[in-house]
């Protein structure tokens, strides 16, 4: 292989360059082949001895283009080959020796592990454990920054989304690694990820969940509640579909909880699901149009950077994806909102910081942005059919909860409940109308 030579290549600079070369030039061979998986498939099994052969020499400089082919390969073939487990194996053993500081590296690579390869791990608790100690490591370890304990969140939330029932032995762990950071982390980015590992662990098995955080102290379980309600409150909290849509999940899973095992620490406050989860529906609609706009505005920019401007009209025709005029027109004026917007409160910021005035938290944030490539099990959920299917169950499992939950709801959000409720039966109507091809 080439990649091989050139790394036997005389003079270690001369050496690195032309592997990394050779590297880029496998990755766009890589995306090239990307719509057909067969061909796909083949090329990775060639791939897969150089990626165990850079990280087995401990050649850093390649390890960036080493998980970045990990990466294109795994998610493009959504399937985890025999061969590939080595390299999460040497990737763990990497981590816990020379490689420590590439967590962001190898990141993407380690998630797809989890989100593609579920059957192995539920067959090797090893494994399970290997990402736990990452995910430990990655917050308690004094070498490691805040960044590298996001990420570490990250894989945490991706072992507890796609094992579901598979991990209640870590299921303490998780959670009493995170709690403590929530109130303690400089960056709002921080704060939001260790309350996500813990709103997931409520959505995972929420009797147990409430159970850990009830014995790790009698305050403890109505502190993150209250933590948990203040995010809710303020939108710039959750700023991402994914965080109104954990929340609203969790805040369901906890609704059809039998009202025997709830602790009564939290039991006062237990009628607040129902509102908190109608507080997020009120902003997860723009949540996810935010998205759609950010996800065009990336697909505009790669397509402008890829093609010669004497294909405006081509590209015009390609974004619109034929929609109705109409319909462009008023995505077109929702995004110059959105950036007039953000125009507005940077001026605001400005005029605030040159007048020695001090910004909030929530008024400067840590730019918690949508991450487009990013998958998980909850993309195919409906919250609002989850959500009335929650809210039917805890009338009939805690009829007492539920009449104080929907009566104690201002006039405002009771008339928004009929609304959420319509469109849940809609989007219900909607699933069954869709028409299955017969095999």
């Known amino acids: 292989m080439e990649l091989e030579q050139a790394m036997e290549a005389d003079g270690n600079e001369d050496k690195t360059f032309a592997a990394m070369g050779v590297a880029k030039t496998i990755t766009t061979v890589v995306n090239a082949v990307d719509s057909n998986p067969e061909i796909l498939a083949q090329v990775q099994e060639i791939i897969i001895p150089i990626v165990k052969l850079t990280l087995d020499a401990k050649l850093l400089d390649l390890f960036d283009n080493m998980y970045d082919l990990v990466d294109a390969l795994t998610f493009k073939l959504r399937s985890i080959s025999p061969n590939m487990w080595p390299v999460f194996e040497l990737t763990y053993k990497l981590f816990k020796s020379d490689a420590v500081d590439f967590l962001d590296e190898m990141l993407p690579s380690l998630d797809n592990f989890v989100s593609f390869g579920v059957d192995v791990f539920k067959a090797r608790p090893d494994y399970c454990k290997m990402v736990l100690d990452i995910y430990q490591t990655s917050i308690t370890s004094d070498h490691l920054g805040e960044n590298d304990a996001v990420n570490g969140c990250k894989l945490a939330e991706s072992l507890l989304l796609n094992l579901r029932g598979s991990v209640d032995d870590a299921l303490p762990a998780i959670i009493g690694t995170a709690l403590p950071v929530i109130e303690k982390a400089e960056t709002n980015a921080l704060k939001l990820a260790t309350l996500n590992v813990v709103v997931n662990a409520v959505l995972y ?194 009829g007492n909860g539920y009449q104080i939950a929907t009566t104690s709801l201002t006039a405002e959000l009771q008339t928004f409940l009929m609304e959420v409720m319509r469109l849940a039966d809609e989007h219900a109507a909607a699933a069954a109308a869709v028409v299955v091809p017969s095999a």
């Open 205 to 398: 098995n929420p009797g147990a969940a409430l159970h850990i955080l009830n014995q790790a102290g009698p305050t403890t379980a109505p502190a993150f509640f209250e933590k948990w309600f203040a995010a809710i409150n303020v939108e710039s909290r959750l700023p991402r579909v994914h965080d109104k849509k954990l929340s609203i999940v969790a805040l369901c899973a906890l609704m059809e909880m039998d009202p025997t095992v709830i602790p009564e620490s939290v039991q006062a406050g237990f009628p607040g699901v129902v509102s908190g989860a109608l507080k997020l529906f009120q902003e997860y609609p723009k949540a996810v149009q935010d998205l759609g706009l950010l996800a065009r505005k990336d697909l505009q920019e790669a397509f402008e950077e890829g093609d010669d401007d004497d294909d405006d009209d081509d590209d015009s025709k390609f974004l619109n994806m034929n929609e109705e005029d109409d319909d462009v027109w008023d995505e077109d004026s929702a995004y110059v909102e959105m950036l007039a917007n953000e125009s507005q409160r940077l001026r605001e910021k400005s005029v605030k910081q040159a007048n020695g005035e001090e910004t909030s938290d929530d008024e400067e944030e840590d730019d918690i942005e949508e991450e487009l490539g990013y998958i998980s099990p909850l993309d195919i959920v409906d919250p609002y059919i989850t959500f009335k299917q929650a809210l039917t169950t805890f009338q009939m499992k805690n």
